[in-house]
């Protein structure tokens, strides 16, 4: 009787460990909400470590990063379709990549979802002036003017340097 005792909880524990295990295994999906917000600070880790590379004129090493971020973003993107952090941070490293009509794509549709998003703001205007529309270059400062941020002034100087 005891032996039998024994057993059933064995067993018991056994099924518990196994669920436990597969519960686990869901949670570190690729789908899981934590997993793309991981990509999502990986990601904008390379891009922040890319920029100073770029700053230093390391434009190789810069461009590598990008495209390791641009990876890591595009998986996060996957999971969520709507975060104007992710489209912004995929615009640019596009953008940075050479791939402009691709990263205005992700700008705009960021805007769709944040219209005073001061990030995707700044960096379209780039985009537009890096691409000739000045114009545009100057709508997107105009959104940024009342905001009493860096973004306003880092676009301003991109404008009046070209």
Do not use: W
């Not at 067993?11 to 436990?20: D, G, K, N, R, T």
């Not at 990063?65 to 641009?70: D, H, N």
């Not at 703001?121 to 940024?144: D, F, I, Q, S």
């Amino acid at each position: 009787m005891k032996f039998k005792k024994i057993f059933i909880i064995l067993v018991a524990l056994f099924i518990f460990i196994q669920y436990l295990g597969t519960a686990y295994a869901a949670s570190s999906d690729s789908g899981s909400s934590d997993n793309y917000m991981n990509l999502y600070s990986e990601a904008k880790k390379f891009v922040l470590r890319a920029k100073k590379l770029e700053e230093k004129n390391k434009i190789d090493r810069a461009n590598k990063l990008y495209v390791k971020a641009l990876e890591k973003l595009q998986r996060a993107y996957k999971t969520d379709r709507n975060n104007p952090d992710i489209l912004n941070y995929l615009g640019f490293t596009l953008r940075k990549t050479g791939k402009f009509q691709e990263a205005e794509k992700y700008y705009l549709a960021g805007l769709k979802i944040k219209p005073d998003h001061n990030g995707i703001n700044e960096y379209l205007g780039e985009l537009y002036v890096k691409t000739g529309r000045m114009e545009l270059a100057k709508e997107r400062l105009a959104v940024l003017k009342n905001c009493n941020c860096e973004e306003y002034s880092e676009l301003k100087e991109v404008i009046e340097n070209n």
